[in-house]
């Protein structure tokens, strides 16, 4: 966990802080990262200009015991991912019942109707009423929110895909060239034409029964849908690395990258890299500078096509096996459509030869963009930055509004606290000398077969550190983001805080 004030940081947000206090409050906001390669990078972001252009104090954190760190932190603002799985709904609801705003910024926008939408706000579980704002990537999700009267006008603000301004300038100058990207992954030749294909089937590698006991238990997801969600997983899986493995023993001058999704396992993806020279894997990193330099994108129905559209990147959709579920007519629309391994070589060759995406492609892509997407314009964060910071300003969430949640903070740890001492098995723990945290059913650990998630290479979801965050506020510094040029105007606007 982290806290965008202190060591090299807190010299930063205190400067920036002591010169807003004339016209807005400093307020504290808990930014949960759910995955580090795709999300901290935005989510650091959208904390670096709370900082520098509102004068707040940001804790990033993981998202494992987050009611801890919610008592622990006592934040004005807890920021949150999504409402689709019940245990959120009560972090939200715990939030809320002490005094403090609620934000979703969601990492996630690719929905295939307005239900898959709402459901991310919480329907399943009651708590779409939670949020102070709900920040969406683009009008559709909005529109689905207010069509089903579940939030105001004011409660649901579009603001863009804060991950997608890495993919404008001027955060384009923080891309690697392609010789050290490709370097990187071990290619001995980045002059190769450059094949991508990021994957999305995150219960491919799980365990099947317990992937549908979660969902249908956390999600409350219908079990027929669960069912069915696996099963597409099991057979993209199963037919998408058939294929690629096949097309890069057929064309072994192509680079092939393997760039795996946060929320997948990379077991299986490098035992296919063992067996094909040409092809690497890469992990725990975001998709970015992939997409800038390839020359072809293969996937099916994933967000990371959409993201190479705003690069203007030729996309494959593999088509290739039955599936369950559908997608969206004007998404795969945007792709070059394929349903087998001919087919997709015949795609692949075309576009390493020069063949331009087609005009009518180029126009749904744009359509699609500006409807899921809203402005891809570099500015996403800074808007996201400016709703939060609307919600805490001085006129909406007063001093002593905050002096009041602390009070409730203070009166709930002293109760757990309180529980905790009085529980039986805690005051057994404590004459057995053994942790509180740690589990006395022991011989649940004797029937768990899983595979080891990751080969033990990275964690996905690691607590934030400050030397993750130092390192892109770093990068953010070099970019010149207002802290230099745009420093007296940033502080001029300090006291407009309205999203």
């Known amino acids: 966990m982290f806290v965008a004030r202190k060591s090299r940081l807190m010299a930063i947000s ?10 807005t409050s400093k307020r504290k906001v808990l930014i949960l990262v759910p995955y580090k390669a ?28 987050f009611e801890k760190k919610i008592l622990t932190h006592s934040p004005d603002v807890v920021v949150m991912d999504h409402l689709a799985w019940n245990f959120k709904v009560e972090q939200a609801r715990l939030a809320k019942s002490l005094g403090m705003k609620v934000v979703i910024l969601p990492t996630e926008g690719l929905f295939q109707d307005e239900e898959g939408a709402v459901r991310r706000a919480g329907t399943l579980h009651n708590g779409s009423n939670l949020p102070d704002k709900y920040l969406t ?44 990207v490709l370097a990187q992954l071990g290619f001995a030749d980045p002059s190769a034409p450059m094949i991508l294909w990021a994957t999305n089937t995150s219960y491919a590698s799980r365990s099947p ?59 299986p993806y490098f035992d296919i890299s063992e067996r094909i020279s040409n092809i690497k894997v890469a992990y725990n990193m975001p998709v970015r500078e992939f997409l800038y330099h390839t020359d072809v994108l293969l996937q099916r129905n994933c967000t990371t096509a959409t993201e190479a559209w705003i690069l203007g990147k030729p996309t494959i959709n593999l088509e290739v096996g039955n599936y369950l579920r ?27 030869s020069g063949a331009s995406i087609e005009s009518n492609q180029l126009k749904i892509r744009d359509e699609f963009i500006r409807d899921f997407y809203f402005e891809t314009d570099g500015k996403s964060a800074e ?6 910071s609307g919600i805490v300003a001085a006129s909406e969430f007063s001093d002593e509004k905050v002096l009041a949640k602390d009070r409730l903070v203070s009166e709930k740890r002293k109760k757990i606290a309180d529980d905790e ?30 595979a080891r998630d990751n080969l033990g290479l990275f964690v996905a979801e690691p607590e934030i550190s400050s030397e993750m965050v130092d390192e892109i506020f770093d990068q ?19 006291g407009d805080n309205d999203a």
């Open 14 to 23: 205190t400067r920036v802080t002591c010169e807003a206090l004339t016209v």
């Open 38 to 65: 795709r999300d901290l990078e935005s989510h650091a972001l959208v904390g670096y200009y709370l900082v520098r252009k509102f004068g707040h104090e940001v804790v990033f954190t993981n998202g494992y015991g």
């Open 137 to 180: 990537w683009g009008d559709f999700p909005r529109r689905a929110l207010l069509n089903r009267q579940l939030m105001t006008e004011d409660q649901v603000v579009t603001v863009g895909c804060p991950r997608f301004d890495f993919y404008k300038p001027p955060f384009t100058k923080l891309f690697r060239d392609r010789s050290a």
């Open 209 to 267: 029964r317990k992937m549908l006991r979660r969902q249908m238990r956390n999600a409350k997801k219908p079990i027929d849908e669960v069912k069915n969600h696996i099963s597409d997983h099991m057979v993209q899986f199963a037919e998408h690395s058939r294929l690629v493995e096949e097309l890069a023993k057929r064309n072994p001058g192509w680079n092939f990258i393997i760039k795996v999704h946060p929320a997948e396992w990379v077991n």
């Open 326 to 352: 559908p997608v969206r007519e004007e998404y795969s629309s945007g792709t070059t459509r394929v349903t087998d391994l001919a087919s997709a070589e015949s795609a692949i060759i075309k576009f390493l």
């Open 383 to 388: 808007r996201a930055a400016s709703a939060i």
């Open 421 to 450: 001492d009085a529980s039986l098995f805690n005051r057994l723990k404590d004459l057995l000398g053994v942790r509180r945290s740690q589990s006395l059913r022991f011989w649940k650990n004797w029937f768990r077969f899983e």
């Open 476 to 494: 953010l510094d070099k970019l010149n983001l207002g802290d230099n040029s745009d420093r007296h105007l940033w502080m001029n606007n300090l």
